[in-house]
C-alpha cells in the first residue's frame, strides 16, 4: 500500500515570492493534516481536514497561508509572500476518522 | 501549560540497556496516545499506539497508560544503535481531535 506522497522534497525560493507544497494522502483517509516543523521542535499543526472540509485551521497564518483540499483526497499548501521565518519543514500527514497518522516525506523549504 | 510535555534529553544509554521515555499530557479527556520515531533529516514515524490504560508490548518496545495521572511512557528494551532517534510523544483528544505532539526526546545509544 503506497504511504503518504508529498512533492517536492526540497524547495529553496527567494523572500516574498510564492510557494506551494502538494499531498497525496493514503487512499482511504479521510483525515488530513498539515503540520510545520522546525528544528528541534516537534510537528505544530497547522490545518486539519475531515474530507474536503477545513475543521481546525485556528494555527494557519491566514494573511500568507492557504490550502484546500478539493475532493477529499489530494491538498495543496500554500505560502505568499514566503518570509524568511518561514524556512522548515512541511509535513503532511493522514488518518482513517482521527485514529493513528502516518507522515509523508515532508518538504524542507529553505527562503534566503 | 503546553498540551503534551516530554522530558528532556538528550538521553544517553548504553547498547542493550532499557530507555525510557515519558510524556505528560494536560487534556483530560484524551483517548489516543501515540510514539513516533524520528530519525535525523526524516520524517516521524509511527512506532506504538495505546488506548487504554495499562501496558501494551510490541517487540522490544512497550507503551504505559496512566490516564489518571494523565501520563504515557516508551521503554525501550535491549536498545540497539539502530534506536538512536527522536521519539515523539502525540496525543489526541475528542474535544479537538487536533493530534497534538510533545518536543520530542532525542536518544543515543552508546555502542
Known amino acids: 500500500e503506497a504511504g503518504v506522497v508529498q512533492s517536492p522534497r526540497y524547495k529553496i525560493i527567494e523572500k516574498k515570492q510564492p510557494v506551494a507544497f502538494w499531498c497525496n494522502p493514503i487512499s482511504g483517509h479521510n483525515t488530513l493534516y498539515w503540520y510545520l516543523q522546525n528544528l528541534g521542535q516537534g510537528p505544530e499543526l497547522l490545518i486539519r481536514y475531515e474530507n474536503e472540509e477545513a475543521v481546525d485551521d485556528s494555527q494557519l497564518p491566514k494573511d500568507r497561508f492557504s490550502a484546500e483540499r478539493l475532493k477529499g483526497v489530494d491538498s495543496t499548501l500554500k505560502i505568499q509572500p514566503a518570509e524568511l521565518g518561514d524556512s522548515a519543514v512541511y509535513l503532511c500527514?493522514?488518518?482513517?476518522?482521527?485514529?493513528?497518522?502516518?507522515f509523508g516525506q515532508g518538504t524542507r523549504l529553505t527562503v534566503v | 501549560q503546553k498540551e503534551v510535555e516530554q522530558n528532556s534529553g538528550p538521553l544517553s544509554v548504553p547498547e542493550g540497556a532499557i530507555a525510557s521515555l515519558n510524556c505528560t499530557y494536560s487534556?483530560?479527556?484524551?483517548?489516543?496516545f501515540f510514539w513516533y520515531r524520528q530519525y535525523s533529516g526524516k520524517s516521524p514515524e509511527l512506532i506504538m499506539s495505546i488506548y487504554s490504560n495499562g501496558d501494551k508490548e510490541d517487540g522490544r518496545f512497550t507503551a504505559q497508560l496512566n490516564k489518571a495521572s494523565q501520563y504515557v511512557s516508551l521503554l525501550i528494551r535491549d536498545s540497539q544503535p539502530s534506536d538512536s532517534a527522536t521519539y515523539l510523544c502525540a496525543v489526541n483528544s475528542p474535544n479537538d481531535y487536533k493530534l497534538s505532539f510533545g518536543a520530542g526526546t532525542t536518544v543515543t545509544v552508546r555502542a
Open positions: 500527514a493522514s488518518s482513517f476518522q482521527n485514529t493513528e497518522a502516518f
Open positions: 487534556d483530560r479527556v484524551s483517548q489516543s
